[in-house]
C-alpha cells in the first residue's frame, strides 16, 4: 500500500538484558514513516544507556517523553508498537499498543500468538487471529501511539521461554498465509499479489542456556532496522 516499507523495528542491549522493538505507522499519516522511526530510535537509546534493571513504571514514563518530544514534529502522526524485554534470567515484559503483535513457533513449526492485537474487531473478547485477519473492522484502532492523545499501552510480564520469537506488524499477520509466513521468517521470499500493506517481522531466539549470550545476526536486515549496544 505504500511504495516504501514505513515499518520500523530495532534491537537494544544493555547489561541488564534486551530490548526489541517493531513498528508501524498509519498509512495516511503524513511522514508516518519518520514518525515511527522516531519512536524506534527513542526506545532503542534510551534503553542502550539505561542504567540498573529495566522497571516498568519508569518506562511506561518515558514513552510518554518520547510521545510529548515527537507530538508538536508530527502533529497527525500515529503508529502501532509491540516491545519485547528480556532478562538475563529470561523474565520477559511484552508492552504492545495497536496491531503489531508478538508470536512463539512451536515445536510444529506453527505460530502462536501471544498477544491480541487492539483493533474494533476484538473490543468485547477474544478473537482468534486467523479470524480476525479477515474482519474489515480489525483496521480500526482502539489503542495506538498517537501524537494527539497519549494511550497507555497493554503490559504483560512472564517468563521468557527458550524459542524462536516474532515481533510482527499486521501486513505479516493478517495478509500473508500460514505457508507464507513461515517462508518469510525461513528469508524465502514472497510474491505479493496487488496492493498490500508493509509486512514486517523481527525474529528472536531465546536459548536454552545457562549462561545466555547475545548473537545479533543482522545479515540481509532492511535499512528500517537500527540497534545500539553497550
Known sequence: MTTDNRDHAGIGTNTTGVMAIIADSSTAGE?????????????I?????????LDVDNFSKQLRAIHIDLRARYPRGSASFAIMHVS???????IHAGDCLLGQI?????????????????????VAVDELSKTPAR??????FRSREY???EILETDGLPGVHLLTTDGFWAELSAHE??????????????EHDDCSVLKLTIMDNADPQL??????????FCSAQI
Open 31 to 43: 511522514n508516518s514513516g519518520e514518525y515511527v522511526e522516531a519512536i524506534v530510535r527513542g526506545v
Open 45 to 53: 537509546d534510551w534503553f542502550s544507556g539505561l542504567q540498573g534493571a
Open 88 to 94: 538475563p534470567r529470561t523474565r520477559m515484559t511484552v
Open 106 to 126: 512451536d515445536r510444529g513449526d506453527r505460530i502462536q500468538w501471544q498477544t491480541q492485537p487492539h483493533t474494533l474487531a476484538n473490543a468485547l473478547g477474544y
Open 139 to 144: 483496521h480500526l484502532l482502539t489503542r495506538s
Open 151 to 153: 494511550m497507555t499501552p
Open 181 to 194: 509466513q513461515l517462508a518469510v521468517i525461513h528469508g524465502r521470499e514472497v510474491e505479493a499479489n496487488g
Open 215 to 224: 548473537i545479533i545476526d543482522v545479515g540481509g536486515a532492511s535499512p528500517n
